[in-house]
């Protein structure tokens, strides 16, 4: 009975061991916490912050990127005015600086060439994001 005790109370103290030197390794430590703790994922916000306008023959393009965790240093912003027969009237690119929380707040001012501008694509190079406006349409529901 008293082996029996001393060999489990070993056991027990191997194990406890063993749990306290692998919760020392940074990489066992992030998978347990990972595997109970509910984590948000990293993502990066890109919105108008007014509607696109004209001003005289150039389109203001109004956007906001906030970064949410991604850890991004740079992004690349492309805009696209099209023509109504999805032609392309002009592209631009604006480097934009994310800031970890925090909108960044852009106006990209484009000159298009035509005047037939019906829509304003901003895209983030290497990313999903995607806006669309239709300039003389209500918005589709």
Request: hydrophobic share 45%.
């Amino acid at each position: 009975m008293r082996k029996r005790l001393i060999r489990a109370a070993l056991v027990f103290a191997v194990a406890a061991g063993l749990c306290a030197g692998a919760w020392s390794l940074p990489s066992v430590r992030t998978v347990l916490l990972d595997s109970f703790t509910r984590r948000q994922a990293a993502y990066i916000e890109l919105y108008f912050t007014e509607n696109p306008r004209f001003d005289g023959a150039s389109v203001l393009v109004p956007f906001a990127v906030n970064d949410h965790g991604s850890g991004a240093r740079s992004l690349v912003a492309t805009l696209t005015v099209e023509a109504a027969n999805g032609n392309v009237l002009a592209t631009e690119t604006y480097p934009v600086e994310p800031h970890q929380g925090a909108a960044v707040p852009v106006t990209a001012r484009i000159r298009a060439k035509g005047t037939d501008v019906a829509l304003v694509r901003v895209s983030l190079t290497g990313h999903p994001q995607t806006l669309h406006f239709r300039f003389g349409r209500p918005p589709e529901l």
